[in-house]
């Protein structure tokens, strides 16, 4: 008899212990499920009527990290030569003047010298490109060591980039790179790095590096200042979104991710690195989520709204 009481109470309390932990469990998933609710902002459609907002699918790519340095344009040396005489005489004629362009073989001026008993000696173009300096004039003395022109060909260049020297283990012939210049500060042009420089400068401890560009439509010009950027490394599988899906909520990172129809849910993101625009995203969207990347400042206004309301 002792024995079916004892087992009684066991059961009994058991059963209330099962009914404590369901009413717990449902009182967690109720304030799970409040919680959630209080991170969903909600627009009319007449709200969506008067506010733009545009969104964009976070999604894996590739993310090149960049170094930047400064530096400039420069004629493209290995396609560049000196117009000298090889003779001493008197410059007589000069056929063209700068900007002009000159084919290999050319006659560019006309040198008379006493060695030649009054002929004159014809002054040829080594190379193909343009005239990009003249430094005689007729009726000068010219000599071998004297350059009457010198000839470049502008459609090939260089940028050469002025790489700090605590940087110099992360460049290697071959990356790929961007500049701009203030001429065109809206267009990025490409190029590769295709030299490195074998002597630190004492005065700015940064290193020449060359950099090889097409100028084809012939944009660039020597002399330029270059602002240059040379991809280091390329990460792969890489969840990316716009950073201007980002708002800040106290020290937190937020997004808001479009779900259907008229609904928007905030997440706390975790972010990694950020180049060109673009952010790593670590913790709080999954690829293919669409983000909100033009006015979320308004659905994190609402929300704040929609808080202080409830408050």
């Not at 000069?94 to 008993?117: H, I």
């Not at 080594?126 to 003249?134: A, H, T």
């Not at 390329?234 to 106290?250: A, F, K, R």
């Not at 790593?280 to 969207?285: D, K």
Request: aromatic share 4%.
């Amino acid at each position: 008899m002792k024995k079916l009481i004892t087992f009684t109470l066991i059961a009994a309390a058991l059963t209330g212990c099962g009914k404590k932990e369901e009413a717990v469990d449902a009182k967690a998933e109720a304030k799970s499920e409040a919680k959630h609710d209080e991170n969903i902002v909600t627009l009319s459609k007449e709200n969506l009527a008067h506010i733009e907002l545009k969104t964009e699918a976070a999604q894996l790519s590739s993310l090149g990290m960049t170094l930047k340095a400064a530096g400039r344009v420069s004629a493209n040396l290995n396609k560049t030569a000196k117009v000298t005489t090889t003779l001493e005489g008197r410059l007589v004629k000069l056929n063209f003047d700068l900007n002009d362009r000159v084919k290999a073989g050319e006659v560019t001026a006309l040198v008379e010298s006493p060695e030649l008993l009054g002929k004159q000696l014809e002054i040829k173009a080594p190379i193909d490109g343009v005239i990009i300096e003249r430094t005689a004039t007729a009726g000068e003395l010219v000599d071998k060591a004297k350059a009457i022109y010198t000839i470049s060909d502008p459609t090939q260049l260089w940028v050469i980039a002025e790489i700090k020297e605590r940087d110099i283990a992360a460049i290697k012939s071959g990356q790929d790179a961007t500049f701009t210049v203030l001429a065109y500060p809206q267009e990025k042009f490409h190029a590769k790095v295709v030299l490195i420089g074998n002597q630190v400068e004492a005065g700015s401890r940064t290193l020449e590096v060359r950099i090889a560009v097409d100028n084809a439509d012939g944009r660039l010009k020597a002399g330029m200042f270059a602002d240059v950027e040379i991809i280091t490394t390329i990460l792969e599988n890489v969840l990316l979104m716009p950073d201007t899906t980002l708002q800040t909520q106290g020290e937190e990172q937020i997004v808001f991710v479009a779900l259907d129809g008229n609904k928007f849910e905030k997440r706390v993101v975790r972010l990694g690195l950020e180049q060109a625009g673009r952010v790593q995203v670590l913790e709080g969207v999954k690829a293919g989520e669409k983000v909100v990347t033009t006015g979320s400042f308004i659905l994190k206004s609402e929300l704040l709204k929609s808080e202080m309301e409830a408050d």
